[in-house]
């Protein structure tokens, strides 16, 4: 397998944005995050922050409740379907200019048919994840409830697009204990197998 596109997924407070960064630039090659949020937001006339969270995060409390209110819609596409479909668009845009490493947003999932993908999902202990959060965002008041709401978003949304389970080790190429490992080792463990792979 040539690992030209390496996709990172992660649980909320892992680090798997930032193993995305230093991976990206190890390798020499792109870093796509921002960017699929500005071309989506460009294409669908939706506002930056709209892309940011509601093309990865689920807006119900539920499931049931986000399934029933993304497609209960006489009138067509849900902006959320819309959405979907516009930011599926430019991913399959983006990896076409070659090699990169691409974070969320199923991409895991949109780029499946491709032989050519290195899936890995990253997570870490939830203590762990708790002071990650509490150095990033400087908001220990809100940090316990951000986690759960992010990660629980996160899952409804993969589940509603793919239909499998987010998180689930069978999806991925490789799983990663952030919390454990670290960031740069996550990085070198990557880096290491996707050296190997990667058809620059």
Known sequence: MKANIITISREFGSGGREIGQK????????????????????KTGFAEEYVKKQGEYASARNWFEYSFSARNNSYGMSPEDYLWS???????????????????RCA?????????VLNVFIHADYDKRIKRICEVYKEPEHTEKMLKDID??????YKYYTEQTWGKSQNYDITLDAGTLGIDQCVDIIAEVAKKNLDK
């Open 23 to 42: 991976l990206a630039a190890k390798l020499g090659i792109p870093f796509y995050d921002k960017e699929i949020i500005a071309e989506t937001a460009y």
């Open 86 to 104: 516009k930011q599926r668009e430019v991913i399959l845009d983006l990896v076409k200019k070659g090699p990169c490493v691409i974070v969320g």
């Open 108 to 116: 895991d999932y949109i780029l499946r048919d491709r032989n050519d």
């Open 152 to 157: 629980k978003k996160r899952s409804f949304n």
